[in-house]
């Protein structure tokens, strides 16, 4: 597939009315089923445009091509992800461990239900992956994930928070998509995030160690102790 990606990824206009937006939930829909029986190689806005009952214009009107479409079908899809993870990342009422166990499970059951789309969209990223809406969704991304690591790993540099923050990203997405790539049963889900999980919170909890040891100690108050003087 080229990698040479058009101009505009953004859609041409929101929907207004209650038609519009149904025409577009049709659209989206059907670009879904083409992209999963065709693949991205053969994916085409005619294709979604016929899928959908629409014609090729009506198409145009929201989407200015085909990598607008994928992108549509990619952000909805972080967007969605995001929200979950960012729910069990944020939750003040579960210390950082159980948040961080609460999102691993989810993101590998998530990877494990969207496979056969998550795939597809894969082979389409090069259409979309360097323009600025993919990078802004990446860095919202990033700072969820550093925010949490702040508050999991206070007493820890920035440089330790940012190799740790890659380290759970990568491991994460190389895992999820490797482990998800065969049909999983559910018990198999939770029995591999829960490995997955107790490997991750024994990283945080080395670094959290790790940090205690260095952190300065404060010399005893020599006023207390005159006859020490």
Known sequence: ??????????????PQQARSNELVAAVLKAAIQVLVKEGAQRFTMARVAEKAGVSV????????NKAAVLF???SDEWRQTTALLRGLA???SRPPLQRLRALVHAFVQSECDEVAVRVALSDAAPLYRDAPEARQVR?????????F?????PGSTQAVRTLAGDLIVTTLSAVGKRFSETP????EIASYSGALADMLCAYLDSLSDSASRKAPRHAPDQRRHPAKR
């Open 90 to 92: 944020e939750d003040a």
């Open 149 to 153: 690591l702040c508050e999991a790993l």
């Open 1 to 14: 597939m080229s990698t040479r990606r058009s101009s505009s990824i953004s859609a041409r206009k929101a």
């Open 139 to 147: 860095a919202s991304s990033q700072a969820m994930i550093e925010a």
């Open 72 to 74: 549509r079908l990619q």
């Open 184 to 187: 999983r049963t559910s018990a």
């Open 57 to 64: 214009g009506s198409l145009y009107q929201y989407f200015p």
